[in-house]
C-alpha cells in the first residue's frame, strides 16, 4: 500500500507539502490540494478528492492501530 500512494519527495517538494503531511496518503494530497486551489477553497467543490483522501487515512489509521493491538497483546503474551 505505501508504495501506491506515497508521492515521490520531489513531487512533495515541488507542491510544497509541509513534512506533517508527507505520509502514506501524501500522493492522493496533492490533486487535493491542487483542486482546491483552482475551486479557490470552497467546501462544496473537490468532494471526490476529500473523499479519496480522508479514506486512506482512515485505513491507514485502521492499519496502525491493528498492528498496535497485536504488539500489545503479543508483549501481554509474553510476560505471562
Not at 503531511?21 to 471526490?48: F, T
Request: charged share 35%.
Amino acid at each position: 500500500m505505501a508504495s501506491a500512494t506515497t508521492a515521490s519527495q520531489s513531487e512533495l517538494k515541488a507542491h510544497k507539502v509541509p513534512l506533517g503531511w508527507r505520509d502514506q496518503c501524501s500522493s492522493l494530497l496533492i490533486p487535493l490540494n491542487v483542486c482546491r486551489k483552482e475551486k479557490y477553497y470552497m467546501p462544496w467543490e473537490c468532494g471526490h478528492e476529500r473523499h479519496a483522501y480522508e479514506k486512506c487515512q482512515w485505513e491507514d489509521y485502521m492499519r496502525r492501530m491493528k498492528a498496535l493491538s497485536k504488539k500489545k497483546l503479543e508483549e501481554r503474551q509474553e510476560a505471562e
